[in-house]
């Protein structure tokens, strides 16, 4: 897939102390496509992510999402692009006080000046759009299931209709069915509302069921990116292991 670079890293170097995380690394990530972010333990996978989104400062290089430059530009070019993304981290990160119904309404609170009223018949549409029941809307998050956190932290980021979602290990922790449903989920939201969606996972189902490219982070940067049936071709011990081994063989089994 080419065309418009909506994500564009170049250079970045991330660093903890000593430990160097990533170096002179470069990713573009195109508009309308679900790109997987693959790696050993230890590479930088969600940190990346992190970073991409403002919750890390790294040490050298440049992120340009949406057009803004997120590390140098204006608080107002930042707080503009951070309107047109959303986040769902692995353990959701809900506010536990909170029921999903204000949850969702709290991205939409901080940015958008509608009435109550509005904001609760908007928040009620995400939450029955990622396939929560309207009893879920009361809730809170600790009444809920792991699958069902999933899915509500999905509807808050989806709150204020953003063209790129990050997600961080969303199949983490389920079943293979609940897996499969959220993989499902993601592909139809995909289509339905044109998102383009970064993905960190290590799920071999999810990255042959809905991602259109695979972006491998090992020796400190991304190694190579392409569709998921090229990663065979590719002369790296981990990546081979990744993608030849008995779980890469079931999973492709199953598309």
């Excluded at 195109?30 to 992190?50: A, D, N, P, Q």
Aim: net charge neutral; aromatic share 4%; with cysteine.
């Amino acid at each position: 897939m080419t065309g418009d670079a909506i994500i564009k890293v170049r250079g970045l170097r991330n660093q903890f102390g000593r430990q160097v995380v990533h170096d002179n690394l470069d990713l573009d990530v195109w508009r309308g496509e679900v790109l997987g972010i693959v790696g050993g333990s230890g590479t930088g996978k969600s940190v990346l992510l992190r970073t991409i989104v403002g919750l890390n400062r790294p040490a050298a290089g440049s992120i340009e999402v949406l057009g803004a430059d997120v590390l140098n530009g204006s608080r107002e070019e930042r707080l503009t692009a951070e309107k047109r993304w959303g986040v769902a981290f692995q353990d959701g990160a809900l506010f536990s006080s909170l029921s999903v119904l204000q949850n969702v309404m709290a991205p939409m609170r901080e940015h958008l000046n509608l009435s109550p009223a509005l904001m609760r018949s908007l928040g009620q549409l995400k939450i029955s759009l990622v396939g929560l029941p309207p009893l879920a809307c009361g809730k809170l998050p600790s009444e809920l299931s792991g699958g069902m956190r999933k899915r509500a932290s999905l509807a808050r980021a989806l709150a204020l209709d953003p063209e790129i979602v990050f997600l961080d290990e969303p199949t983490a922790g389920l079943d293979p069915i609940g897996a499969a449903a959220y993989d499902d989920l993601i592909g139809e939201l995909k289509r339905s509302l044109g998102l383009t969606v970064f993905m960190v996972t290590h799920d071999l189902d999810s990255l042959y069921a809905i991602c259109d490219r695979i972006a491998v982070l090992a020796e400190k940067k991304v190694l190579v990116t392409g569709p998921i049936e090229g990663m065979t071709d590719v002369d790296h011990p981990w990546v081979q292991e990744y993608f030849t081994g008995p779980r890469a063989r079931a999973a492709q089994a199953k598309t």
